[in-house]
């Protein structure tokens, strides 16, 4: 398809529909993250012209690992629980503190 649609004005739009911010209602830091990692996810599909069944088929993937209550086990496997040790050790060195016991097994 090799289509680029995210920049629209319709995209935009439904992007900011969708984590509803015109709302005063809800959580504005979690409408925040919700509002660019959306919107990432819409940028990739345009970018690496993920197809409609590319979509649904992860769709399906998450939804069988919430029915079987794996979905930690992904954060684990994708590095995203690395990528946070990593982001907290940054912090801690950078007051000071340096070295301890880490805070996840090493990969």
Do not use: C, H
Not at 36 to 57: N, Y
Not at 67 to 72: I, K, L, V
Not at 82 to 95: E, F, Q, V
């Amino acid at each position: 398809m090799s289509v680029k649609v995210f920049d629209t004005q319709e995209v935009q739009a439904l992007l900011k529909a969708a984590v509803n911010l015109d709302s005063k209602d809800g959580n504005g830091r979690f409408k925040q993250i919700l509002q660019r990692l959306l919107g990432d996810l819409f940028k990739a599909i345009d970018d690496l012209d993920i197809t409609p069944d590319e979509v649904w088929a992860g769709v399906t993937y998450l939804n069988k690992l919430g029915q079987d209550g794996e979905a930690a086990l992904l954060a684990a496997g994708l590095g995203l629980e690395k990528y946070l040790d990593i982001r907290m050790d940054a912090a801690d060195k950078a007051i000071g503190i340096d070295g301890g016991t880490p805070r996840t097994i090493e990969v």
